[in-house]
């Protein structure tokens, strides 16, 4: 699975994004996930969609705020970015994995070693 993230650009604090990440096999069998790695800081966790849309997951940081979601029709997922803030400046990433089973969602999913497959990552930058 090849992934392409798009749609990051520059944004005035309480403004909003929408990011894109397209894959290039069938992605019906992965989780797929939203990461961001700020200038000098380490990767770390968005956001989590699971395979069928049925369960998602945030991290505080961005709950009520941000909203993954997917088509498997055209193997994308997205993340709707709102009221951003400058500290959400940063690369973002998708990644997919295959899927977990239920009971270790997400808790198997929030390290970037989880991950098997990964977009280039697309810049946001958030203004004050």
């Known amino acids: 699975v090849q992934l392409q993230a798009s749609g990051g650009g520059l944004v005035q604090a309480g403004g909003s994004l929408s990011l894109s990440c397209a894959a290039s096999?069938?992605?019906?069998?992965?989780?797929m996930s939203w990461f961001r790695q700020a200038p000098g800081k380490e990767r770390e966790f968005v956001a989590v969609?699971?395979?069928?849309?049925?369960?998602?997951y945030y991290t505080d940081s961005v709950k009520g705020r941000f909203t993954i979601s997917r088509s498997n029709v055209k193997n994308t997922v997205y993340l709707q970015m709102n009221s951003l803030k400058p500290e959400d400046t940063a690369v973002y990433y998708c990644?997919?994995?295959?899927?977990?089973?239920?009971?270790?969602?997400?808790?198997?999913?929030?390290?970037?070693?989880?991950?098997?497959?990964w977009g280039q990552g697309t810049l946001v930058t958030v203004s004050s």
């Open positions: 990644a997919a994995r295959r899927r977990v089973i239920a009971s270790e969602f997400p808790r198997s999913l929030l390290s970037p070693n989880d991950y098997n497959y």
């Open positions: 096999g069938r992605t019906s069998n992965y989780d």
């Open positions: 969609i699971n395979y069928n849309s049925m369960s998602t």
